[in-house]
């Protein structure tokens, strides 16, 4: 060990190591005062691949920089944006590109490596148009002091908070909160080290020289930020303690479920927080994180927010239900032709569309074979047969649409289907789905009854021995438009939506011995139903 004293002017320091034989005498270089020169003069150029189809949301495919003349593998974890529409696109392999190109008509794209070097850096945010990136050392602001186009200052600016080496500690989400704050969501399973903020969201401040816990016991976050409100949403993976995708209101430093393997079993330290939905695992097995849509040109999903899955690739539109007791959700997919692995995304200003970046992380399961890539989710304005508002009663479902729906078809009850279950939280993975009775399986319900009102974009469905507030809820729905074509194709998909409701029976059980209960099934034709009525 070498102590060095304190000196009141600046000192040089230089260090000589060797293992086998005496160190060499060297002398302090002097760190240059003079303008920095450019690192990366080349750009590379590549192609935006558009869709074909007609259908309401497409999916474009955007070709990385993977040919360039550093050999630099590009692995995209976030994909951000400037005020001009340039794309700031993060890394595992430690770089930060921008492209420029991104926008309505363009079919090239021009990138240019930004920085290089940081650690696994998985996200990333603006503030004032200055790029800060969250690795396993902390969150870096990143400047461009000489305006060349490339980082010269890398700087820590926050590590108020704790990190081990662990490999699942992943430095999972930042985003930028209303006040200039930034909060961030960290891996919660240890594999060897239990941390003091694994698994946990934590709001850093405006300087980043604090760092408050706003929840806590999460097995793999991903978050989003409302950027109007500040309200912070995440979701969860399925697993140990976390019977099946949740999404969760974060709070109040909260407690959300999770314990490590290291610690007395089902011995939890708080209540549990509970989540506005719990999505089944048939549904979305991997829950990543969530965009809200705000300043988007998206048509009925302007200003909605969004889930992103990973293990089979969709974007699940959340709608919001504020007329219970406490906040609910349901979801519904969107889109799910992508070809690439999903993780983070935004809306970029220039086209105000939704472009999403993503790898392959070992471990999580993905069925596709890409290794990563970036798409973007571009609305073509045909109409959208999908709900845009999900409510339960205790007497049936109401659905809003944005189109008028058939009338002959949507006043049939043979044209719906509703199962319901409840979860059991466990120190197990996962759990099965369960019967009122304890028994795993879903019960199914039969619709009595479907009204369309007079504008012909909302049908309530009657359900007997509905109980939407201790049970989770699946609908199906075949129920096309009187409109039938969108461009020149015509619409013959049904529609389907998934709305879970959180069961108070989820709290604490014994382990459930199935990951999920049996797979939809339609209602039988030979149930008895009550004559619909207009």
Same mark, same amino acid.
């Given at each position: 060990?070498?102590?060095?004293?304190?000196?009141?002017?600046?000192?040089?320091?230089?260090?000589?190591?060797?293992?086998?034989?005496?160190?060499?005498?060297?002398?302090?270089?002097?760190? $240059?005062?003079?303008?920095?020169?450019?690192?990366?003069?080349?750009?590379?150029?590549?192609?935006?691949?558009?869709?074909?189809?007609?259908?309401?949301?497409?999916?474009?495919?955007?070709?990385?920089?993977?040919?360039?003349?550093?050999?630099?593998?590009?692995?995209?974890?976030?994909?951000?944006?400037?005020?001009?529409?340039?794309?700031?696109?993060?890394?595992?392999?430690?770089?930060?590109? @921008?492209?420029?190109?991104?926008?309505?008509?363009?079919?090239?794209?021009?990138? /240019?490596?930004?920085?290089?070097?940081?650690?696994?850096?998985?996200?990333?945010?603006?503030?004032?148009?200055?790029?800060?990136?969250?690795?396993?050392?902390?969150?870096?602001?990143?400047?461009?002091?000489?305006?060349?186009?490339?980082?010269?200052?890398?700087? @820590?600016?926050?590590?108020?908070?704790?990190?081990?080496?662990?490999?699942?500690?992943?430095?999972?989400?930042?985003?930028?909160?209303?006040?200039?704050?930034?909060?961030?969501?960290?891996?919660?399973?240890?594999?060897?080290?239990?941390?003091?903020?694994?698994?946990?969201?934590?709001?850093?401040?405006?300087?980043?020289?604090?760092?408050?816990?706003?929840?806590?016991?999460?097995?793999?976050?991903?978050?989003?930020?409302?950027?109007?409100?500040?309200?912070?949403?995440?979701?969860?993976?399925?697993?140990?303690?976390?019977?099946?995708?949740?999404?969760?209101?974060?709070?109040?430093?909260?407690?959300?479920?999770?314990?490590?393997?290291?610690? $007395?079993?089902?011995?939890?330290?708080?209540?549990?927080?509970?989540?506005?939905?719990?999505? $089944?695992?048939?549904?979305?097995?991997?829950?990543?994180?969530?965009?809200?849509?705000?300043?988007? /040109?998206?048509?009925? @999903?302007?200003?909605?927010?969004?889930?992103?899955?990973?293990? /089979?690739?969709?974007? @699940?539109?959340?709608?919001?239900?504020?007329?219970?007791?406490?906040?609910?959700?349901?979801?519904?997919?969107?889109?799910?032709?992508?070809?690439?692995?999903?993780?983070?995304?935004?809306?970029? $200003?220039?086209?105000?569309?939704?472009?999403?970046?993503?790898?392959?992380?070992?471990?999580?399961?993905?069925?596709?074979?890409?290794?990563?890539?970036?798409?973007?989710?571009?609305?073509?304005?045909?109409?959208?047969?999908?709900?845009?508002?999900?409510?339960?009663?205790?007497?049936?479902?109401?659905?809003?649409?944005?189109?008028?729906?058939?009338?002959?078809?949507?006043?049939?009850?043979?044209?719906?289907?509703?199962?319901?279950?409840?979860?059991?939280?466990?120190?197990?993975?996962?759990?099965?789905?369960?019967?009122?009775?304890?028994?795993?399986?879903?019960?199914?319900?039969?619709?009595?009854?479907?009204?369309?009102?007079?504008?012909?974009?909302?049908?309530?469905?009657?359900?007997?021995?509905?109980?939407?507030?201790?049970?989770?809820?699946?609908?199906?729905?075949?129920?096309?438009?009187?409109?039938?074509?969108?461009?020149?194709?015509?619409?013959?998909?049904?529609?389907?939506?998934?709305?879970?409701?959180?069961?108070?029976?989820?709290?604490?059980?014994?382990?459930?011995?199935?990951?999920?209960?049996?797979?939809?099934?339609?209602?039988?034709?030979?149930?008895?139903?009550?004559?619909?009525?207009?």
């Amino acid at each position: 060990m070498v102590k060095i004293p304190a000196n009141a002017a600046a000192s040089a320091l230089c260090v000589s190591l060797c293992d086998e034989h005496p160190a060499p005498s060297i002398a302090a270089v002097a760190i $240059p005062a003079g303008p920095t020169s450019r690192r990366w003069n080349s750009s590379v150029t590549t192609k935006i691949a558009l869709s074909s189809t007609q259908d309401t949301y497409v999916i474009d495919h955007v070709a990385l920089p993977v040919d360039n003349p550093w050999k630099r593998a590009v692995r995209t974890g976030d994909i951000q944006f400037l005020k001009d529409g340039t794309a700031v696109v993060v890394t595992l392999d430690g770089d930060v590109w @921008l492209a420029r190109g991104l926008k309505e008509g363009s079919t090239k794209v021009t990138w /240019k490596r930004f920085a290089s070097g940081l650690h696994e850096p998985m996200t990333c945010a603006i503030r004032d148009e200055q790029i800060y990136v969250f690795d396993r050392n902390g969150i870096w602001r990143l400047r461009d002091t000489d305006g060349d186009g490339e980082a010269d200052v890398h700087e @820590l600016f926050s590590n108020a908070f704790a990190q081990t080496a662990d490999m699942r500690e992943f430095p999972s989400t930042i985003r930028l909160a209303p006040k200039g704050e930034f909060v961030i969501g960290k891996g919660g399973q240890e594999a060897t080290t239990i941390g003091k903020h694994n698994g946990s969201i934590l709001r850093i401040s405006a300087d980043g020289q604090t760092a408050t816990l706003l929840g806590h016991g999460f097995r793999q976050p991903n978050l989003s930020v409302n950027p109007r409100t500040g309200l912070v949403v995440a979701s969860d993976q399925q697993g140990q303690y976390i019977p099946s995708t949740p999404i969760h209101i974060v709070k109040d430093d909260q407690f959300y479920g999770f314990l490590s393997d290291k610690l $007395p079993k089902e011995k939890y330290p708080a209540p549990i927080a509970e989540p506005l939905t719990w999505i $089944p695992h048939a549904v979305n097995a991997s829950a990543l994180s969530q965009v809200w849509l705000f300043d988007a /040109k998206m048509g009925p @999903l302007n200003d909605e927010m969004v889930q992103i899955c990973f293990n /089979k690739p969709d974007l @699940l539109r959340v709608l919001w239900n504020h007329r219970s007791s406490r906040p609910q959700a349901s979801v519904v997919s969107i889109a799910s032709d992508f070809t690439t692995p999903p993780l983070n995304g935004s809306v970029n $200003p220039a086209d105000g569309q939704l472009y999403i970046a993503g790898f392959q992380i070992a471990g999580w399961g993905n069925t596709l074979k890409t290794l990563t890539g970036i798409e973007r989710v571009r609305h073509t304005g045909a109409p959208s047969l999908t709900p845009r508002e999900v409510i339960p009663t205790d007497r049936g479902i109401l659905l809003r649409f944005d189109v008028s729906l058939d009338p002959a078809k949507a006043t049939n009850p043979d044209n719906y289907s509703f199962a319901t279950w409840h979860y059991k939280r466990a120190y197990t993975y996962g759990s099965a789905q369960y019967k009122a009775d304890g028994k795993t399986g879903n019960d199914w319900l039969t619709a009595s009854s479907a009204y369309l009102s007079t504008d012909g974009k909302s049908v309530f469905i009657g359900v007997p021995g509905l109980n939407p507030s201790n049970s989770c809820v699946s609908a199906g729905l075949s129920l096309p438009s009187p409109a039938p074509r969108c461009g020149r194709t015509p619409i013959r998909r049904p529609t389907s939506s998934r709305n879970s409701t959180l069961s108070p029976k989820a709290s604490v059980r014994s382990p459930s011995t199935s990951p999920r209960g049996p797979p939809p099934r339609r209602r039988p034709k030979s149930s008895p139903l009550t004559k619909a009525r207009d």
